[in-house]
Every structure is written in structure tokens, then in C-alpha cells.
């Protein structure tokens, strides 16, 4: 059955805020070995939600504050709180291994290593290797950050992620899945100073000695975390369900190279996706011209899908070969346009025309 790409935009949203998105980040570093750490105790970064037609009635995510309770090493203990629509809120205490990624409730992206660069390499798992695509500035939690970008796609749905470079920090994720559209932006933060924050304390007691009491209370914190984590019991190991295959794999079950080539770039619904071919072309260019590389890229992903779906190999070339040359990313498609068109025909006769 045809997945509702409104789901999947839901879903995405929601489970990058408990973080059990279940993606892996490992940076692999171009030019330096290992990674930098660019968080410490205490930091903290609060990142609110606007998600756009959604189905309604759905409980979708406000905002969410991530604290580094402890630092050590690369290693992080991470408390998360995460605020719904329906005034619930949850909270959770991770450990996250900040430069390896860290899968302890899969919360991966959130964090990456300090100071990366254009061309440096993160490796997700399910999409392969994630190139650093660019270096921007834009304004996060009211102060202008130097920020890197990437983008990468399942299944049609386009996301792009900024993080702060001096920090690591993520600190804005945009997807757009047909005429659904979601960012998550960082708007409070304690790891810089923002405009309305650049004055004189006017506090009542010595800032030093409420500094003091301020890293002691995080100590206590941290410390009490750790001890919670190590008195959690270990839960029952529960048996793998068997992986049940996608109409899409089952498809071309003998042929690896054209679902990976499919999986990440069709669209498996692409009658929800309200814009045209040529209108996402259009909003490629436009996002090129305002220096918005990886927004370009998105939209000329986007373009291509509808391509797929069209049946135009010649405007699948065209379009994945401007989305790589914004982008920095390898797209498989490209191997064997013809092939995987042929494929993705197949699959749009038999599931999406029944």
C-alpha cells in the first residue's frame, strides 16, 4: 500500500523530537582526523516548530529544548524536552557520542562535530555518505551565525539540515513532502549572546558568584542524571520483527543499484505533490540566484521527482545534474537514467494507477 506522505512528514517531525528518527551520523573528516567538540556542561539550545497541512487533528510537536547536562570526552549526557500541541510534554536523558554519532535514541543530527567545512563528509545510515554542501550566514536565537548546510531525500520527501559551526549544534531542519511543509528553528540559546541580551546584567548580587552557583547546580544535575541512567534497569531484549520488503524492493528485488537509485529520489505518491515540474524548476532558480544553495538543491530534487513520475528521462538528467552541482551530493539515478525511469513506469502502472 501507498504510504500517505503526510504521515511521513508528521512522522519525521515528531520523531526527530523524541529522537528515535533511527539515522546515524558518522563525520568523517576530509582534511583532519577525528572531530571537534563544541558543546559544553550546561549549554543548552530550545528550537520551535512551524509545520504547515498537516492532516488536522494530528498532536504535532512546538517546540523542543536540548541540554548537554555533562560533557566528557565526546560523550554527552543530553536531556531532552519536548513540548506537543495538545499541551503534553515529554522528557528524556540520553547519552549521545557527539563526533561518532550518537544512536542512543537515535538521536542523530541534532549535534555533529565543530568547524566543518565545504566538502567535508557526514555518513548517514540508510543514505550513505552526506557532503557538507556550503557555508552561510544567517540569523539563530537573535545573533548572526556562521552556519554549514546539507541536503538528502528518501523516497521524494527533501530535507536540509543548517548546523552551527563553531557549536556543532543544529540549529534549523526544513522538509518539504508535497503540499506539506515543516521547519524547525533555533530561536533561544545560552551558547551565544543575542542582540537583546548584549546589555549590562543589572542583577543584585556579584554576576561572578551567580555564576559560580549556576555551574554548581549543573554539576549537581549532571551528576544526578548519571546516576539515574546507571540504576535504570537494562529492558528484556525483544526479538527483530522480520523486515517485511516495500512494493518498491519487491519490484526490483534483483536489481540494488535501481532501488537505491529510486529510493531516494521518486516520489511513491506523486499526485499529492501540489507543485508542477516546471514551478519547482523555477523555485530552484530563483533559490540559486538569493544564494540559497541548498534550497535550490531541494527544489531541482523536487523537479527531478516529478520527472520520474512524468516519464522524462531528458528532464531527469537535466534536473539531478543541477541538483549535484548545487549540492556537492552524487546522485545514483544518474548512472542509468533510462533504467530506473523504465523501473519507477513499472512501479506507478502497477500500484499507483490500480
Known amino acids: 500500500m501507498l504510504q500517505s506522505r503526510r504521515l511521513v512528514l508528521t512522522t519525521f517531525f515528531i520523531t526527530v523530537l523524541i529522537g528515535t528518527l533511527g539515522l546515524s551520523f ?4 576530509a582534511r583532519a582526523p577525528g572531530g571537534q567538540v563544541g558543546v559544553k556542561s550546561g549549554d543548552w539550545i530550545k ?29 554527552a549526557n543530553v536531556s531532552v524536552t519536548m513540548r506537543m500541541s495538545d499541551g503534553t510534554e515529554q522528557n528524556a536523558t540520553v547519552p549521545v557520542d557527539i563526533v561518532a554519532g550518537g544512536q542512543a ?28 554542501a556550503g557555508e552561510t550566514t544567517r540569523t539563530y536565537a537573535g545573533a548572526s551565525r556562521t552556519v554549514v548546510h546539507a541536503s538528502f531525500s528518501q523516497y521524494g520527501t527533501q530535507l536540509t539540515y543548517y548546523w552551527d559551526k563553531q557549536t556543532g549544534v543544529m540549529v534549523e531542519a526544513s522538509t518539504i513532502s508535497g503540499s506539506v511543509t515543516g521547519t524547525a528553528k533555533a530561536t533561544e ?41 546507571r540504576r535504570k534497569k537494562k529492558p528484556p531484549e525483544r526479538a527483530e520483527p522480520e523486515k517485511k520488503m516495500t ?16 529510493s531516494s529520489t521518486m516520489f511513491l505518491d506523486p499526485k499529492k505533490v501540489e507543485t508542477s515540474m516546471k514551478q519547482a524548476a523555477d523555485n530552484a532558480k530563483k533559490s540559486e540566484k538569493d544564494g540559497d544553495l541548498a534550497r535550490a538543491g531541494m527544489w531541482y530534487e523536487v523537479a527531478g521527482g516529478l520527472a520520474i513520475y512524468e516519464g522524462d528521462v531528458k528532464k531527469v538528467g537535466e534536473y539531478y545534474v543541477e541538483a549535484e552541482r548545487v549540492t556537492g551530493r552524487k546522485y545514483l539515478i544518474l548512472k542509468n537514467p533510462q533504467k530506473a525511469v523504465a523501473a519507477a513506469q513499472e512501479y506507478y502502472k502497477k500500484y499507483l494507477m490500480a
Request: charged share 15%.
Open 26 to 29: 558518522k563525520v568523517q573528516r
Open 47 to 75: 528550537i520551535d516548530y512551524t509545520i504547515t497541512g498537516a492532516p488536522s487533528g494530528t498532536p504535532l510537536p512546538q517546540w523542543l529544548k536540548l541540554e548537554f547536562l555533562r560533557v566528557e570526552g565526546t560523550t
Open 105 to 132: 535514541l537515535g538521536l542523530s543530527g541534532f549535534v555533529i562535530s565543530a568547524n566543518l567545512t565545504t566538502g567535508d563528509v557526514i555518513y548517514m545510515s540508510g543514505f550513505g555518505n552526506l557532503t557538507i
Open 189 to 229: 540559546t545560552n551558547m551565544w549572546q543575542g542582540a537583546a541580551q548584549a546589555q549590562p546584567s543589572g542583577l543584585p548580587i556579584d554576576p561572578t558568584v551567580l555564576y559560580t552557583l549556576i555551574i554548581a547546580a549543573i554539576v549537581i544535575v549532571a551528576i544526578v542524571a548519571f546516576f539515574r541512567v
Open 247 to 262: 512494493d518498491l524492493e519487491q519490484l526490483v528485488a534483483n536489481d540494488k543499484e535501481t532501488y537505491e537509485a529510486l
